[in-house]
Every structure is written in C-alpha cells, then in structure tokens.
Nanobody, 113 residues
Framework: QVRLVESGGGLVQPGGSLRLSCEAF?????????MGWYRQAPGKQRELVAE???????NYAESVRGRFTITRNNVKNTVHLQMNNLEAEDTAVYYC??????WGQGTQVIVSS
C-alpha cells in the first residue's frame, strides 16, 4: 500500500509563505501517479487546491492560482506545495493525494495575525 506523509504546516501571518511537503512510501510507481493537494476548512467540503500529472502538467484552483506552486520530485517520491501571499481564507487542513484515491493524514495551515 502507498502511504503518504505530509509535513510543513503551521501558523503564519497573512502575506506570509509556507511550503508543504508530501513523501510517498511503499510504491515504485510514484512517477506514474497524478499527485494533488486538497484542503478542507471547518464546515466546508474538501476541495482541490493543485495537482500535477505524471507529465508534470499542473492545474490550480482559481483561488490560489498565481500564489501557490506545485512541484514533484520523482527520484525522492515527493510532491511540494509552495504557498505565497497567504490569506486567512487559506486556513484549512491540507491533504496530499495520489490519484485522488490515496490520502495522507493532513497537515494544518492557519493564516492569522
């Protein structure tokens, strides 16, 4: 089974930056997966933030386009989300996903002054 482990969340002031990381364990097929970052804010449904295909094409939610960047490293089996110019509305638990079917445990991001 693929296991995904996220890290990098925390408390940051509005306008600040955070870099989330996700490492995949237990697979030799990481390079074939579409990897994504999702988030779920209190009282809201989980939503796609960004995804990156096996061919490195990317897709972003409109609310984060231009502020967030998703990258992947197929040698290290990792995917990262660089989040800049954070807003209070970005506060949520962020989840890493492989193929939209396997999920990490989540990492909390709080944007507050």
């Amino acid at each position: 089974q693929v296991r995904l482990v996220e890290s990098g969340g925390g408390l940051v002031q509005p306008g600040g930056s955070l870099r989330l990381s996700c490492e995949a364990f237990g697979t030799v097929r990481f390079n074939l997966y579409t990897m994504g970052w999702y988030r779920q804010a209190p009282g809201k449904q989980r939503e796609l933030v960004a995804e990156i295909s096996r061919l490195f094409s990317t897709n972003y939610a409109e609310s984060v386009r231009g502020r967030f960047t998703i990258t992947r490293n197929n040698v290290k089996n990792t995917v990262h989300l660089q989040m800049n110019n954070l807003e209070a509305e970005d506060t949520a638990v962020y989840y890493c996903s492989a193929q939209g079917t396997t999920w990490g445990q989540g990492t909390q991001v709080i944007v507050s002054s």
